[in-house]
């Protein structure tokens, strides 16, 4: 269910979720947090599927904040999601114009959840500055996405820069699996130091980045990076051990290959995961990331850059997009195929 209240004020939003929820009564009282979330017109319809799907794990109120022209009169065009098109959310969706576009924070106070963390989402670009941000300061986390930058190695640098308990970036979520599958693979026989590593992955990869850090910051030695073309994300890694490499290897976005000396080659499912996916995971913990923290701040400074992105960086970020988009529509088209069934 839709709900448009356009010109109206956040109190008349406020009863109008009361009564929905009189009315309705498909509306819990038990939301875990208030998800607020800043984006251009442009981008609100993909952000909103994208949350109303991590919303599924994570029942939430989930504020949309566009701001519009600053020019005219203050106006705000409201609107209200429940039920099937909402997930397990309710969304709420304000759209600011005027002199009004520069307040959001006064805007969203009265209808975030009273004694309920606050997370704030930037899925597109974030400021450089958190620390100085009006709605950064009201949350308790606070989720970036570096790849979404047209300098992502830039973005990285202003992430650490100004850096502060709670920040994290989604191109940090990317690698959880990476990570998980070369610790496990370290974990086992021969028990041997890894004496150096590479990671190869294209240039405009925050997540290559992150994962060459996180490397060099937990294993304390020289990890190389290496370039790949653009948009092919991460590539494979690399760890050089006395008695042989211990190498993973993703040459699409589906299934990698391990191999290790004294066993045989394995091949493993590694594909590229969904921005609900990881939003999702962000949303599930809600206390500050030290181990994100150490790897920004102390790994990256340790690696070997490489060339800055190029220009092409914006279009591969859309084509990824697309790419979720259709997969979102056929997830839709099956569950109301079965349904009918």
Known sequence: MIIDLPGTSTSAVAKKLVQLRNEVG???????LTLVIVVGPDDAEDVIDIATEASRQHPCRVLVVISGTKRGASRIDGQIRIGGDAGASEVVVLRLFGPLAGHAPSVIIPLLLPDSPIVAWWPRQAPADLSEDPIARLAARRITDAAEAGRPRKALAQRAEHYRPGDTDLA???ITLWRGLLAA???????EPVTSASVSGAADSPSTDLLAAWLAHALRIDVTRVNTPDGSGIRSVRLDRPSGPIELVRPGDFVATMTQPGQPERRISLRRRRDAECLADELRRLDPDDIYDEVL????????PSPDATPGTTTISEARRRNERRQRNRAAQLVSESVGF
């Open 172 to 174: 940090w979520t990317r």
């Open 185 to 191: 693979a370290l974990d086992g026989p021969p028990y």
């Open 26 to 32: 498909a509306m819990a009282l038990g939301r875990v």
């Open 297 to 304: 701040r102390s790994g990256l400074t340790t690696v070997q």
